[in-house]
């Protein structure tokens, strides 16, 4: 309590002097920042924005579009592309957050266990756009269990909105939400505890077309594209595994991406704690490194694996043949998160919840049976409840972001 105290005072402070900064030197409508994943990942909705508008400066009317990272190899993986970019934390970073108009990340907006996506203490008076990186049935924020009993304290807190403003570090309680459908803005307004008002229905830039690759990124799609049928498993991040099976940890599973020639590839959630050091030496695998940005892979993956992630519903949108792998799924329900839907009625038909049901979907896959009108209704019914049944496009969501206020 002690913690928050100290920090919501420290806003004030700092919100007011932002402030007076922009009072005497106004925001320029023409800049815009961005930022992702606590700084740390060129990544995800920010990322592929970023590089539309990068792109399009001119013809959108913008003269500076700024990346602002806490990473010298996002930094130099940037800069080697063509676009601005700065340090977090730097005299060149703060000078350009005090002058943009609009700010975007799609993560963090606060300081705490995380560091922010950017430096949001001096986001005061700007247009805040907080993209977030996933839809889906998975509880976060505001939403999960372990939450439940800050619930009077959230209630007293949004009757008094220009105090809850003033608390937060540069205003962003009173941030921009995207939400993808109508079902996803309810989820949005209760896991970031916004309001009505606050979260407007766009789509995903991370669905669009991805501009401009980076080296790494070519060189991995190069590999990947080295074999005929490919997987990828997605896994989210879990308060414990003790009724979890990593699949490679099964020889079943082991033997039959040999057998088949079938490549596995791998990304742990950021956040995650699980250790893969023993699946390094295994044959057709490949891990990625947590900061990879896995949304450039999806057209070059045959089947999406995933469990309870906003993977999941990547997998729906995007229509490609999508596996829930949830060996622990009453754990994880009654765990720290919890679950918005009763996934097993929902997404029946996609589910595995042992080592055997998986490789039988697998198989499915490989073998072009996984269609069937059981799932083709569920991706149906999904891509209605979770996009509105939208195609993204990156011309729609910035008219949709420029129609907002601050």
Known sequence: MLEKIKYAFLAVLENEATNIFITIHPRDKSVVVFGAWMGKRFADNSRYLFQYLSDNKKALNLSHVVWVTRDKNAYREIKKLNYEVCMAGTSTARRWQLKAGTHIICNNAGYGSYPPDIDVKYSWGARKIQLWHGVGFKAVGSSSNNTKNHENYRRF?????????????????????LSTSTFDKDIMIKSQNSFIDRVFISSYPRYCDCLQLTDKEKNIIDKVDQYEFVLIYLPTFRDNYDHYTHPLEDSKVQNYLIEHDVLWIEKQHSVSNYNENDFI????????????????????????????????????????????????????????????????????????????????????????HYWNSERTALFKRARELFFNNSTSSYEAIWKDIENLRK
């Open 157 to 177: 807190i949004n009757k008094h909105r220009r105090l809850k403003s003033w608390i937060s570090s540069g205003g962003w309680s009173e941030c921009n939400i």
């Open 281 to 368: 030496r295994l044959n057709n695998v490949m891990l990625l490194d947590p900061d990879f940005d896995v949304n450039i892979l999806y057209n070059h993956v045959n089947v999406i694996i995933s469990d309870y992630s906003s993977t999941v519903c990547d997998g729906i949108y995007k229509k490609k043949e999508t596996i829930m792998y949830t060996p622990d799924l009453l754990d994880f329900q009654n765990g720290s998160g919890g679950l918005l839907l009763d996934v097993k009625n929902y997404f029946g038909s996609i589910i595995s919840m042992n080592i055997e049901e998986l490789l039988s979907i697998i198989t499915e896959c490989r073998e072009h």
